[in-house]
């Protein structure tokens, strides 16, 4: 029997702050039938799962000279792990000390820590590297226990075969998945971006990331994240290579996942579903050819060679396509960047703000995902009502009324018109013609 009130240091699995220890179960619905919504809306009851107790298997993956990579240990001992081995463990990982990798093994999101210590073993080739991993129906609350992962492989690393701290989580953690869906909870439908987000944003898109983890992403893309915008509101197949360390990466995945949000009740329902697949391999080939639609990153470049399986190539900081009839939106135009500009000084307001006022009700975060939905509404908004009307016809007017470009923006607004199944004609005249 694992004793559950043992806290020593390296059972401290939970960092939840104080002042959310009273938010950290879900409220109960008022008495008129509506949900409560707590200010940092991160009230899951409404997706239909508990916030605690979601932890379907937790693992310790090791890199075996002879075997390669392989799991040591796993609970429960039955759980199907086949492939957790290479998506625990990224490709070129011997290059770097340590790293953290997001992935997705069938309708499930893991987190694993991955750790490298010198040693002075001739059968271990100088060096031991092992990942200590969870997995998920969600990845909504698999940041909290980074630092207990963390812990946790330099725990192996330096006591190899010492799991009782990972059998105390594990009981302390496990599962008790809902009825519905067969047990089984995938990634957040879109539906359930229904309720309205004032300041309080979807659960789903709200705690996942690290403070900062979005600011960085527009830092680094800078004018291109208007490119990526676009693509991810096409619901292309998006994937981004990177070198080791990959955990930054999987944290671009959520990010360009965010850009196509959109709160408009019934928008989108008939669309692909923007999946994140966070790291993938070789392995994963199979899976990635199903899929409509995806954001995945990986650190093995042949799949560049691989154009069967996506649509859009990001390499560092190129955003690439190998299709002709996407190539047009890798044109950045003039109201894209008059968008990333207006993105920008938002940015250095708010950073005003808080330095002058001492105001942190709001962040870069959700100045960020407020700012792109804001566009996607805008747009989804007016083409509705264009659609409804009795004359379906997109207009000049119409196209800048959503920020969009008449001109530039027609391939990108031509498309969008098709995937989504909105009835309207665009008419715009061409500047070439008299």
């Given at each position: 029997m694992v004793?559950q009130s043992?806290?020593?240091?390296?059972?401290?699995?939970e960092?939840?702050?104080?002042?959310?220890?009273?938010q950290?179960?879900?409220?109960?619905?008022?008495e008129?039938?509506?949900?409560?919504?707590?200010?940092?809306g991160?009230?899951?009851?409404r997706?239909?799962?508990e916030?605690?107790?979601?932890?379907?298997a937790?693992?310790v993956?090791?890199?075996?000279?002879?075997?390669?990579?392989?799991v040591?240990?796993c609970?429960?001992?039955?759980?199907n792990?086949?492939?957790?081995?290479?998506?625990?463990?990224?490709?070129?990982?011997?290059?770097i000390?340590?790293?953290?990798?997001?992935f997705?093994k069938?309708c499930y999101?893991?987190l694993?820590c991955f750790?490298?210590?010198?040693?002075?073993s001739?059968?271990?080739?100088?060096a031991r590297?092992?990942?200590?991993g969870?997995?998920?129906?969600s990845?909504?609350?698999?940041?909290?226990?980074?630092?207990?992962?963390?812990?946790q492989?330099?725990?192996?690393l330096?006591?190899p075969?010492?799991?009782?701290?990972?059998?105390?989580?594990?009981?302390?953690?496990k599962a008790v998945l809902?009825?519905?869906?067969?047990?089984?909870?995938?990634?957040?439908?879109?539906?359930?971006?229904?309720p309205?987000?004032n300041?309080?944003?979807?659960?789903e898109?709200?705690?996942?990331?690290?403070?900062?983890?979005m600011s960085?992403f527009?830092?680094?893309?800078?004018?291109?994240?208007?490119?990526?915008?676009?693509?991810?509101?096409l619901?292309?197949r998006i994937?981004i290579f990177?070198p080791?360390p990959?955990?930054?990466v999987c944290?671009r995945?959520?990010?360009c996942?965010?850009?196509?949000?959109?709160?408009i009740?019934?928008?989108?329902v008939?669309v692909p579903e923007f999946?994140p697949f966070?790291?993938?391999n070789?392995a994963d080939i199979a899976a990635?050819a199903?899929?409509?639609s995806?954001?995945?990153?990986?650190?093995e470049?042949i799949?560049?060679?691989?154009k069967e399986?996506?649509?859009?190539?990001v390499?560092?900081?190129?955003?690439?396509?190998?299709?002709?009839?996407?190539?047009?939106?890798?044109r950045?135009?003039?109201?894209d960047r008059e968008?990333y500009r207006?993105?920008s000084?938002?940015?250095?307001l708010?950073?005003?703000t808080?330095?002058?006022?001492g105001?942190c009700t709001?962040?870069?975060?959700?100045?960020?995902?407020?700012?792109?939905?804001e566009?996607?509404?805008?747009i989804?908004?007016?083409?509705s009502?264009?659609?409804?009307?009795?004359?379906?016809?997109?207009?000049?007017?119409?196209?800048r009324?959503?920020?969009?470009?008449?001109q530039a923006?027609?391939?990108f607004l031509?498309?969008?018109l098709?995937?989504?199944g909105i009835?309207?004609m665009l008419v715009?005249d061409n500047p070439?013609?008299?």
């Amino acid at each position: 029997m694992v004793e559950q009130s043992d806290r020593a240091p390296l059972l401290d699995w939970e960092e939840i702050p104080p002042n959310e220890l009273t938010q950290a179960v879900p409220a109960p619905a008022k008495e008129n039938g509506s949900e409560s919504n707590p200010p940092d809306g991160r009230s899951l009851e409404r997706l239909g799962w508990e916030e605690k107790d979601q932890i379907v298997a937790v693992f310790v993956v090791t890199f075996d000279t002879r075997s390669g990579n392989m799991v040591e240990w796993c609970l429960p001992q039955d759980v199907n792990l086949d492939g957790v081995e290479f998506k625990s463990m990224a490709s070129g990982s011997h290059r770097i000390a340590k790293d953290f990798i997001y992935f997705r093994k069938g309708c499930y999101f893991g987190l694993a820590c991955f750790a490298n210590m010198p040693v002075e073993s001739e059968l271990e080739r100088g060096a031991r590297m092992k990942s200590v991993g969870i997995l998920s129906p969600s990845y909504t609350l698999l940041y909290r226990y980074m630092h207990f992962l963390e812990n946790q492989v330099r725990h192996q690393l330096q006591c190899p075969g010492s799991y009782s701290p990972l059998e105390a989580f594990y009981e302390d953690k496990k599962a008790v998945l809902p009825p519905a869906r067969n047990g089984l909870v995938t990634a957040c439908p879109t539906n359930a971006w229904v309720p309205a987000i004032n300041r309080c944003m979807h659960p789903e898109m709200k705690i996942t990331h690290p403070a900062g983890c979005m600011s960085q992403f527009i830092h680094f893309f800078g004018e291109q994240i208007m490119v990526l915008w676009k693509f991810a509101l096409l619901r292309k197949r998006i994937l981004i290579f990177s070198p080791p360390p990959v955990g930054v990466v999987c944290y671009r995945v959520y990010c360009c996942c965010s850009l196509a949000n959109i709160s408009i009740p019934g928008i989108g329902v008939s669309v692909p579903e923007f999946r994140p697949f966070f790291y993938i391999n070789v392995a994963d080939i199979a899976a990635l050819a199903t899929e409509m639609s995806y954001v995945a990153c990986t650190t093995e470049k042949i799949f560049e060679e691989k154009k069967e399986l996506y649509d859009v190539y990001v390499d560092n900081q190129n955003v690439k396509t190998h299709r002709d009839s996407l190539q047009p939106l890798l044109r950045l135009n003039g109201v894209d960047r008059e968008k990333y500009r207006k993105l920008s000084e938002q940015r250095q307001l708010l950073l005003y703000t808080q330095e002058v006022d001492g105001d942190c009700t709001s962040n870069e975060e959700d100045l960020f995902i407020l700012f792109f939905m804001e566009q996607n509404n805008r747009i989804f908004q007016t083409l509705s009502e264009v659609a409804a009307s009795a004359d379906p016809t997109l207009t000049a007017e119409h196209v800048r009324a959503m920020g969009l470009d008449p001109q530039a923006d027609r391939t990108f607004l031509v498309d969008l018109l098709e995937l989504y199944g909105i009835d309207a004609m665009l008419v715009i005249d061409n500047p070439c013609c008299p």
